[in-house]
């Protein structure tokens, strides 16, 4: 199997059990529903949409909404929250540096955490870029390297086997600077923002255990260092101590960056 591929047959399998997070990232989808400024009868993708909730939201809002993502059982997530919700979004299992649409499909193009684990930005952006009408929106929110979850995937990075060569470090997408460069001229009136989601838990270890269960990282990493007990506890000890750096209060705070543009 090509090394690319690979790499996103993992992403795959281990981003499954995402849906345990989805209470936890549905605020944030309202936040960048309005940020992205979704308005009734707009063609929107959300790119990584996982189980629905930013697509959701702007289905809420009258848009006609396609879901994008490449793990299958996250779809299915999505699709019975949409039952639930009873609102009617397009689902469609595919990969974001390969997007399975006409070019200038789409009014707007969003995506919540998702675009940024594309292991290529060049291609991610490129892809979105074609699928978006020119004058339609580009907006979305990414996690910060020097904040909590950025710093929480540099760590787990450090005990991981190097990517394949080619494949950017997903927290990239969270420095302005880096943003503004790949996005270059092919937009106009780039702006950010910052938002906080807030993430309920007992203790630091509490919410280890539970992201271990869920966070697809995490969870390759856990079962990677299963015959390594030491190798293990070492890790859960230094993240442990990184979240206990964010922990007030009974809630963990992940702040993140938003940002939204204009295709030429």
């Not at 005990?159 to 997903?170: F, K, Q, T």
Request: some cysteine; glycine content about 8%.
């Amino acid at each position: 199997m090509d090394p690319l591929d690979e790499y996103k047959a993992a992403q795959r399998k281990s981003w499954a059990h995402f849906a345990s997070f989805e209470m936890l990232t549905t605020p944030p989808a309202g936040r960048l529903t309005a940020f992205a400024g979704i308005q009734r009868g707009q063609r929107v993708l959300d790119v990584g949409c996982g189980t629905g909730v930013v697509a959701l939201t702007a289905a809420r809002k009258g848009a006609d909404v396609t879901g994008l993502d490449l793990t299958p059982e996250l779809l299915e997530r999505a699709a019975s929250n949409a039952v639930t919700a009873g609102v009617k979004v397009t689902w469609q299992e595919g990969d974001a540096e390969k997007l399975p649409f006409a070019d200038r499909t789409f009014d707007a193009v969003v995506s919540q955490f998702g675009h940024m684990f594309a292991p290529r930005p060049e291609v991610a952006i490129a892809e979105m870029l074609r699928v978006l009408r020119p004058g339609g929106t580009l907006a979305f929110a990414t996690w910060p390297p020097d904040l909590f979850t950025g710093r929480m995937f540099v760590l787990v990075a450090s005990y991981l086997p190097p990517p394949p060569e080619g494949v950017s470090p997903p927290v990239q997408w969270g420095v302005p600077a880096i943003v503004r460069e790949r996005l270059g001229a092919k937009v106009e009136k780039l702006v950010f923002d910052t938002g906080t989601m807030f993430s309920p838990a007992l203790s630091p270890q509490h919410f280890r255990d539970f992201s271990e269960r869920g966070a697809g990282p995490l969870i390759r990493l856990v079962a990677m260092l299963g015959d390594e007990p030491r190798k293990l506890a070492k890790f859960r000890s230094e993240y442990d101590a990184l979240v206990a750096e964010y922990f007030t209060d009974n809630t963990v705070r992940q702040d993140y960056l938003l940002a939204r543009a204009i295709r030429t």
